[in-house]
């Protein structure tokens, strides 16, 4: 199959296109000065010269295009060539998906998330299929293997305690930016935001119990938002999303927090990120050298999901197992699906959970040795691209 891949300097790319040409595909990549989401001259140009191509016997050259995440305007112009257009979405909420492009009968699209499949299916986009998150697990087989082989094939570690990934304590914090709330309306979700830090693994913002539609109507009048007309987007949904990274914000900074007092504790985040007491900050780590190198010479790698994916595996999950790194993370219902707690990883339900598995598996060296490699067999044998891949690149080609 040739396939044309839009390369968005997207962090897993290169691994993704390894894996395609190593399953027999060809693969060319395009590149584009994409200032947004709309159609424009040069996106028309540079793919009409591409679907204009041809191979033996006058076919067209190109089977697909296939991008990370999904783009409406490769949508539209794939649309007009009847050029199947493939998009595999790691990012949740990823809004582009409620463009009016999304049903456009080229798109092939696949998300990580059962909760995201379920609600667009409901909304009757029948394009949007399920898939799990995939890794490169040549390439980092081949990377474990001689970071072990440089310590004699003995994990040497670093850091007890890594959490890798961003605190969202800057402007994407928008909860925290409304400042015109009604007092009562703000200690109401103040106490609901505090409440969901404590479960993990069901929704309060979509229980009627704890946030009912009139209560994200009233926010909605003082959380305003500037609709284009190009999207159709749910903005209660919306409103909910806020409040899920809100919560993440709390979680993420409290748990570190707590973490920082009892074990040697670093995270990998942007240097601007506010300090937390007890944290070292050491940066931003590179995907594909630095951050398999932190996860597996950790003790403990710590992923504390954010609230806006409700049921899926988020990729740090895979991520961290595929580099044979030991992982305790919060739990919800894919993770429980696929992996099993004290077996392939260590999962936890509660923030008190979180911080008792962490010392448990701190103290029992040989456990969590085995963990970590059971976890790294369990991605490899399931989650690899090469093992999902087939599906997601499965079309009708003419």
């Known amino acids: 199959m040739h396939i044309l891949y839009y390369d968005w300097d997207e962090f897993n790319g290169e691994d993704c296109r390894d894996a395609m040409r190593r399953l027999g595909h060809q693969v060319d990549t395009i590149r584009l000065n994409r200032g947004g989401f709309d159609m424009t001259p040069e996106i028309e140009t540079k793919f009409k010269e591409q679907f204009d ?34 998009s595999w979405v790691f990012d949740c909420p990823h809004y582009t998906l409620d463009s009016h492009t999304n049903n456009n009968s080229v798109n092939h699209i696949y998300v990580f998330d059962k909760d995201l499949y379920r609600l667009m299916r409901k909304k009757g986009v029948d394009t949007i299929n399920y898939s799990p998150l995939g890794v490169n697990a ?13 310590t004699g094939d003995q994990v040497v570690y670093q850091h007890d305690v890594s959490f890798l990934g961003s605190l969202y304590d800057n402007e994407y914090n928008f909860y925290d930016q409304v400042e015109c709330l009604p007092p009562e ?26 946030v009912t539609d009139a209560h994200i109507k009233r926010l909605r009048e003082y959380i305003k938002f500037e609709d284009t007309g190009k999207y ?5 949904n919306v409103i909910r999303d806020i409040l899920r990274k809100k919560v993440t914000v709390n979680e993420r900074h409290n ?21 937390l007491a007890g944290v070292v900050n050491l940066g931003i780590a590179d995907y594909t050298t630095k951050m398999p190198l932190v ?38 219902a894919e993770i429980e699906e696929y992996f099993t707690d004290g077996v392939d990883l260590a999962i936890a339900h509660t923030p008190e959970e979180l911080l008792q598995k962490t010392a448990y598996y701190l103290e029992h060296e040989k456990e969590r040795k085995e963990i970590a490699l059971n976890g790294q067999r369990k991605v490899f ?14 079309i009708d080609v003419e």
Do not use: W
Not at 66 to 83: D, L
Not at 138 to 150: V, Y
Not at 261 to 271: I, L, Q
């Open 381 to 394: 044998e399931q989650f690899a691209y090469t093992k999902l891949l087939p599906k997601i690149l499965e």
């Open 138 to 150: 040549q390439r980092l087989s081949a990377f474990c293997e001689e970071l072990d082989q440089e």
């Open 255 to 275: 748990i570190l927090v707590e973490m920082g007092k009892h074990f040697d504790t670093v995270m990998y985040t942007k240097h601007d990120a506010k300090p």
């Open 295 to 332: 996860f597996h010479r950790s003790k403990v790698n710590l992923n504390i999901s954010l609230r806006c994916i409700t049921s899926g595996v988020p990729l740090r999950v895979m991520d961290v197992l595929a580099a044979g790194g030991f992982l305790v993370t919060t739990a919800n």
């Open 185 to 210: 309306l703000k200690e109401y979700m103040d106490k609901v935001i505090a409440l969901q830090e404590r479960i993990y693994g069901h929704d309060l913002f979509t229980d009627e119990k704890a």
């Open 53 to 86: 191509k041809r191979g033996d016997l006058g076919k067209r050259y190109y089977d697909l295009v296939y991008s990370f995440a999904y783009f409406p305007n490769i949508s539209e112009e794939c649309q007009k060539y009847n050029m199947p257009y493939v």
């Open 232 to 236: 159709e987007i749910d903005y209660d």
